[in-house]
């Protein structure tokens, strides 16, 4: 067990819909990190936020959107979902900003478009 | 962050070692060399990390070569529990990109 606690566990919605998807970091950690994992693509980072500020972003679409609140905890809100959608996101969450802290990933939301 | 290479899969046999290795030949000189490993679906876990000594915790050794354009990553004792994908990242401070990994697959 991380520490780090993704809601829900599995998630099915149809095409153009919107979901958020939410993720509680371990205590203590600052930092939160939101991936996508399709068949195809991999793991692929989508965002991160330290203490309630975006601090890097990567592969993430313009129809998602992510956010930290004051407790820390954070949501991933995916909007006009896609078929291609469809995958497992990971939420994971570290002591300090960089990324060479050591990730403690949570076990993920399963997400199926239909 | 320099791009590394890893076996698509590995077999190695319930309490041998396994020798999982990378290349990162266009490794810079402030990149670390981290490990994860994803088991079936779960999300992936923190194996070690190091930038140009050997390093070894309680799962596993890391052998950095001395050029640190190769690493190994060195399960002393593996069991079926370590069937999983490992990853093997190179980063400096920004965000961490997985590859494909290596599959290992640890057999009775």
């Known amino acids: 067990d991380s520490g780090v606690t993704q809601t829900p566990k599995h998630l099915i919605t149809a095409t153009g819909q919107r979901v958020t998807l939410r993720c509680s970091p371990r205590s203590g950690d600052l930092s939160v990190y939101w991936y996508q994992q399709s068949l195809d693509q991999g793991l692929q980072f989508l965002i991160q936020y330290y203490n309630g500020e975006e601090r890097a972003k990567g592969n993430i679409l313009e129809r998602f959107s992510a956010q930290q609140f004051p407790d820390l905890h954070s949501e991933l809100n995916l909007s006009s979902l896609e078929l291609g959608d469809s995958a497992l996101y990971f939420c994971?969450?570290?002591?300090?900003?960089?990324?060479?802290?050591?990730?403690?990933f949570g076990p993920g939301t399963r997400l199926t478009v239909l | 962050d320099a791009k590394t290479t890893q076996p698509t899969s590995m077999d190695c046999a319930e309490g041998r070692a396994a020798n999982l290795p990378c290349n990162h030949s266009t490794i810079s000189g402030n990149e670390y060399v981290y490990w994860y490993r994803q088991i079936h679906s779960q999300g992936p876990q923190y194996i070690i990390h190091g930038l140009k000594n050997n390093e070894t915790n309680e799962m596993a050794s890391l052998i950095i070569t001395e050029d640190r354009k190769s690493s190994t990553l060195i399960l002393p004792h593996a069991t079926l529990r370590d069937t999983a994908v490992y990853y093997c990242i190179v980063l400096n401070n920004n965000d961490m990109r997985f590859g494909a990994g290596t599959r290992l697959t640890v057999k009775p």
């Open positions: 994971a969450s570290s002591a300090g900003t960089s990324g060479r802290n050591e990730q403690f």
